[in-house]
């Protein structure tokens, strides 16, 4: 049973932190995460044409900046729980790209040991807790890590990933008013790249500035530039403050989505201009420029970064297409639930539960009537 809620040590007066502005050494660092995701997700697109990875695969593609910021102002002991566009947010919490490229591939050597694949990216060890294929499922599950850590007076805390279309899930409105009623350690952080599937924020959403959703739970939240990594990195930074503070945080980033929602999504309820803008704005070479402008970053550099990234992606992919593909008997190995609470663990097309009793057998033990 949790404690009651009305003994609970109160929680630390909530201020505004002072961060440091990054050095130039972090800078260059969040530029080459965001080229890593850009040039990996290039690659998964690749090599999903090419049929290499099966099932559904979505792309960080245009949300580089918002990747590395999110993931920079977390400490390592801390929680990350995302939706099915993962594969950036693996990479920056430090899976390397040869396991993210090889779970793509469904191989052994992947993250999820190859029966994950693009939405189910998993790491324990850097506290990287999925991917979840169904829209606003690590919502609840997340809030209930929080609960742990704050259960057991830890200083962790929880960033929980998505995007504007789960902001009109049912566990979405459920999980924010409990992290505010318990002052749960979590950052709620929706990515708003204005579309859903087939729809827009404002087709689907009666509030479309979806930070506002914080004020029914008296939480905090902002509204940041998702192509700006510092800015996001800002945000961030003062959205954990709060959070482990014991005030739960909602934090709003506005991103664009270069591409369609999956690879295979021709994106045919965009007009060709707003694809175009949403192309124009590329974050990538946004922050390139402005590095370049400070003084921080020389061009020669610039390429230089990209080419070694590029080639650090063509081994991994390399690295996926030489692993190997696991054996049938490991599927349930990485599972937790199996059919039937209890059960054994069975391959597909075995029997779920045995031959029921044949009629006469029941009448003699006197079992019907
Ligand atoms: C419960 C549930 N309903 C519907 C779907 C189908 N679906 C997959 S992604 C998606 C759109 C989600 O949009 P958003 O949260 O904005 O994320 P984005 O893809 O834009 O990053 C929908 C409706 C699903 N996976 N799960
Ligand atoms: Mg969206």
Known sequence: MPPSRTTRTPKAQVSRPVHTAPSDDQLRALHRQMVLIRRFEERAARAYAEAKVGGYCHLNLGEEATVAGLMAALAGSDYVYANYREHGYALARGISPERAMAELYGRTDGVSHGWGGSMHMFDLESRFMGGYGIVGGQVPLATGTALAIDYRG???????????????????????????????????????????????????????????????????????????????????????????????????????????????DPARYRSPEEAAAARAADPVARFAADLRERGVLGQDEIERVDAEVTAEVSAAAAFADASPEPDVSTLFDYTYATPVPNDSRRLPGEALFPAPPRPHALLSAGGVR
């Open 154 to 264: 830890g200083t962790e805390a929880v960033m929980c990933l998505m995007g504007d279309g789960t902001t009109n899930i049912g566990a979405f409105h459920e999980s924010l008013n409990i992290a505010a009623l318990w002052g749960l350690p979590i950052v709620y952080v929706v990515n708003n790249n204005g579309l859903g599937m087939g729809t827009t924020v404002e087709q689907s959403s009666a509030e479309p500035e979806l930070h506002k959703r914080a004020s029914s739970y008296r939480m905090p939240s902002a509204r940041v530039d998702g192509g700006d990594p510092v800015a996001v990195l800002e945000a961030a930074r003062v959205a954990l403050a709060s959070a482990r503070a014991g005030r739960p945080y909602l934090l709003e980033t506005m991103t664009g989505r270069m591409k369609g929602h999956s690879v295979v």
